[in-house]
């Protein structure tokens, strides 16, 4: 029987699945009435970046499994690739 991340991989072909990333830090700031998370994993380049309501534990040093889309995000005029995360686990 097929998992929830099959099944979400199959339905958008987007989305991407990687398992047992290292966590190199973790940044949570407010907008509005949401709680930015950004993610930077070892070996990779881009930020991963995900939304909360409530403060979630750091993250940073843990191995976790993410599934995420690539976005591209704009900063005063500037843009900047992302990786939206669409679902997170710890591994």
């Known amino acids: 029987m097929p998992s929830n991340?099959?099944?979400l991989l199959?339905?958008?072909r987007n989305l991407t699945q990687s398992d047992g990333l290292k966590v190199a830090s973790h940044v949570q700031r407010e907008q509005g009435d949401w709680?930015?998370?950004t993610l930077t994993m070892d070996g990779q380049?881009?930020?991963f970046v995900y939304k909360r309501k409530r403060r979630y534990k750091s993250l940073q040093g843990q191995r976790v499994n993410v599934t995420?889309?690539?976005a591209v995000d704009r900063v005063a005029g500037i843009e900047f690739?992302?990786?939206k995360v669409v679902r997170i686990r710890i591994a």
Do not use: Q
Request: proline share 11%.
């Open 68 to 70: 995420y889309y690539p």
């Open 35 to 37: 709680l930015i998370n």
């Open 81 to 83: 690739e992302v990786m």
């Open 45 to 47: 380049l881009v930020p």
């Open 5 to 7: 991340v099959d099944k």
């Open 10 to 12: 199959k339905k958008h």
